[in-house]
Structure formats: C-alpha cells, structure tokens
C-alpha cells in the first residue's frame, strides 16, 4: 500500500517515514500469530462496528497491530502515545497513511503536548478506552464526568494502572467496568517477566554500549519485572543485588539466589540501578548521595517518578549529555551520576521496548478485553473484572499452536479421578 497524506486528523512527526513503518510493522507481525487470528475473526464479525474507540499506548510496531486489529473489528479508533519517549515515529506515520488511524504521538513530545493529547483522546468520546497508565481515565474521571455515561468500560495492561484504578474503585470513582488485562497470566507471566527482562538490558545496553559482565546492578523491586530484569542480568553475568518492601517477595529473591538489601545499603554498591517498582521515589537524595562516581540509573517502570530527578537537578552544578538518551548530573559532592532516558521507560525510551512474541499475548489479551466489554454491556458491575480463564488458556493455546508445540489432555479416568473425593491412595 502507497503512503498517502488522508484527510482524518493527526499530529505525527513526518508521514514520509511510511513506508519504514510500513516494513517495520510487517516484520513484527511474523511473531504475532495469535493477535493476527483474533484481527482476521474481528474483520469477518465487525464486533466493534458503530463504536469509538481512544487507545493510549506505546506507539510501536506491536501496538500498531492492536490499533488494525481495532480498526478491523469496526472501530473508529484514535491512538494517543502512553510516554513522551517510547513513540516509533515511523510506525505513527504508517498506521496514519497506511491504516487511516487517527494518531497523536511524537517521539519527545513535551508535557504539553502529551496533556494535550489526552484531552483529544477524550473529545473522541469514546465508548472503549483502552488506556495504558490510567491517565485517560483519571483525566476523564476527574474532568469529564458528563461522558461516563457515553462509556461502554475500559482496559488497563500496567500494573501502574490497576494499582490507580484500584484507587479510585476504593473511593467511589470509578463508576463503569474496567477490565484488568495486567493480571491476565498470559500477560504478567510473559510480557513483565520475559518482555521487561530482555527489552530493559538492551535499553541499557544500546544508551550505554557497556559491558554487563562483572558489573554488580541494583534491582528495585521483585515483582515480575523485577523477576525477569534480575534474571536476564545474572545471565549477562551481572552480580545482582535486589531491594524489597515485600517480605514475602524478599524471601521469593533470596531463594532464586539473589542478594536481598535494603535500599541505603544497596546504594554504595551498585554500578547500576534499575527500577521496576510502579511506586514513586524508590531512589532518592540519599541514595544518590552515596552511589559511585558514574553509577548509572534508569527506570523500567511506566512513570518516571521511580527516581527522584528533582533531587538530582537541584543538587547538580553541571547536567549534560554524553550519549543519545544519557545525561551525567556532575553533583555538588564532586561525583556524577548518569540518568538514562531522562528516567522514563529505558527500553522503550531508548531500545524498541517488548519482543513482538510476547505482546503477541498481550495484546490479544486486549482485544479480547474490548469484546468482553462490548458482549456484555450493561451487564458487568463498576470496578475491576479480571480477564476470563478460558480466554487466558485459549490464547495459551493458539500461542502454543503457532510455536508447533502441543501438550496433553487428561483421560476419562483421569477427569473421572480429579473430580471424586472417594478414590484415594
């Protein structure tokens, strides 16, 4: 399909990058097998035909099939970026003049612009909201009470999110269903742990160009970012040390063969740091106090606030640029440190973020979300609703399918067993 320059609205940094996006976009889709299934039914049954739907998300090539897969069903979708940094301008400018989305995301976009973008994503009014962070929920919350009742219900892929959402079901605000794609197991267990791990280290690796091998990295959280963030650095050879709030997760890391120390101990230790918390502040002042000279931080949680910037800015007297995606703060105690990615998604800010095959899972967690909501509309009380088993076990086995693996099925006597409490040893 030619780039063209269609007349629906959008703000992307140039369509002539088309066709790259273009490329990019087909490349991804070899590993997203089970999203392509679910695109191909949506385009035959049209479920989302007459509805409007707004996606804030990560504008790259994985998402851009979600936004098709959309499009496909009958939705009039518009996508907004999720983070100022992770936007693959390339792809923006596909899905505009290759797919006819609405798009509003540039890679840089300041706070603004992003704000802005927001207020578009809700003057779409939209019946869905698939959202990626909260923030369009809570701006229509907060701003736009007189469209709740335009809401079919939204989607939430971020533990960041559900933990915001959760906020707002315990004081009475979230007054429509929310579906929780995050806590999906054919989500968490592969997008955070898999996903996170590989796509943070080569973030890392790309913004930095150094070795792993040998350098002792400060994980800041063990939930399942943690979990794959930690593991994949052991595998590159790291000497890993984990911070933990959780005693049960503290114990969990130990036994995974993990050194556990608390935060203002771990600090003075650490060539690297890498939050993975979804919490605000996990590094602050007195942290950086105390690091080596040339300690490398960065955060693979969605929101930059992980680390305390304001700390750094304000106790610098020299902050610069030393690579694309690295700043060295030279502090008024005589050593530096180097923030990547201005804090914000390291693998996303400066690497492509997730493999393809694992928001393959993902995202048809959040198509299948959409058609949950629209299927059973008026239906579902106000608050969160997890994904249903048996659509989690069927993207497991489509997942399975395409990778050519099949597994086994229980027999009648097996069933028969399973189900009675009178056979015993």
Same mark, same amino acid.
């Given at each position: 399909?030619?780039? /063209? ?19 990019? @976009? ?6 997203? *097998? ?8 949506? !385009? ?17 090539? !994985?998402?851009?099939?979600?936004? @098709? ?14 983070? *100022?940094?992770? /936007? ?9 003049? $290759?797919? !006819?989305?609405?798009? &509003? ?7 603004? %612009? ?16 698939? $959202?990626?962070?909260? $923030? ?15 809401? +079919?219900?939204?989607?939430? !892929?971020?533990? %960041? ?32 742990? =898999?996903? #996170? ?7 890392? +690796? ?15 959280? =063990? ?100 690579? *694309? ?37 993902? &995202? ?23 994904? *249903? ?5 069927? +993207? ?8 050519? @693996?099949?597994? $086994? ?8 067993? /399973? ?5 015993? #040893?």
């Amino acid at each position: 399909m030619t780039a /063209t320059t269609p007349r629906l609205k959008h703000e992307v940094k140039d369509l002539g990058l088309a066709p790259l996006g273009r490329q990019r @976009i087909e490349w991804a889709g070899r590993e997203m *097998p089970v999203l392509k299934q679910i695109c191909d039914r949506f !385009e035959k049954e049209k479920p989302f035909a007459g509805l409007r739907i707004s996606a804030c998300a990560h504008v790259t090539t !994985e998402t851009a099939h979600l936004a @098709i897969a959309l499009k496909a069903g009958g939705a009039d979708a518009v996508l907004i970026a999720s983070n *100022p940094l992770s /936007t693959q301008d390339d792809v923006a400018a596909s899905l505009v003049a $290759d797919h !006819e989305i609405s798009v &509003f995301a540039q890679k840089g976009e300041d706070a603004a %612009t992003y704000s802005r973008h927001v207020q578009i994503a809700l003057d779409h009014r939209p019946n869905i909201i698939v $959202d990626d962070g909260s $923030d369009v929920v809570a701006e229509l919350v907060q701003h736009r009470q007189n469209q709740i009742a335009d809401l +079919i219900g939204s989607t939430e !892929e971020t533990t %960041t999110g559900i933990v915001r959402l959760r906020a707002m079901f315990n004081e009475g605000v979230l007054t429509f269903p929310a579906m929780n794609v995050n806590d999906a197991d054919t989500k968490h267990f592969f997008d955070n742990r =898999y996903g #996170t791990g590989q796509s943070t280290l080569d973030g890392i +690796i790309r913004a930095t160009n150094i070795l792993l091998a040998g350098k002792t990295i400060v994980v800041v959280g =063990y939930g399942w970012c943690g979990k794959g963030t930690a593991l994949r650095a052991r595998g590159m050879g790291a000497n890993v040390i984990v911070t933990e709030i959780d005693h049960i997760k503290a114990i969990e890391a130990v036994m995974d063969g993990f050194r556990v120390l608390p935060m203002a101990e771990a600090a003075p230790y650490g060539d690297i740091f890498i939050t993975v918390t979804g919490n605000k502040h996990v590094v602050r002042g007195e942290h950086f106090d105390v690091m080596k000279d040339g300690a490398i931080v960065c955060n693979s949680g969605h929101f930059d606030l992980e680390l305390d910037l304001k700390y750094l800015a304000a106790n610098a007297k020299e902050i610069k640029d030393v690579r *694309p995606f690295t700043e060295e703060y030279k502090l008024t105690n005589g050593k530096s440190v180097v923030v990547l990615g201005q804090g914000r998604l390291i693998n996303l800010a400066a690497a492509e973020g997730h493999p393809s095959a694992v928001m393959d899972m993902s &995202f048809a967690n959040q198509a299948l979300a959409v058609e949950y909501l629209v299927k059973h509309k008026g239906n579902l009380a106000a608050g969160l609703h997890s994904i *249903p088993r048996e659509v989690d076990e069927e +993207i497991a086995r489509l997942k399975l399918q395409a990778m050519g @693996i099949f597994i $086994d099925s229980l027999t009648a006597a097996q069933i028969d067993y /399973t189900n009675s409490w009178q056979s015993g #040893t």
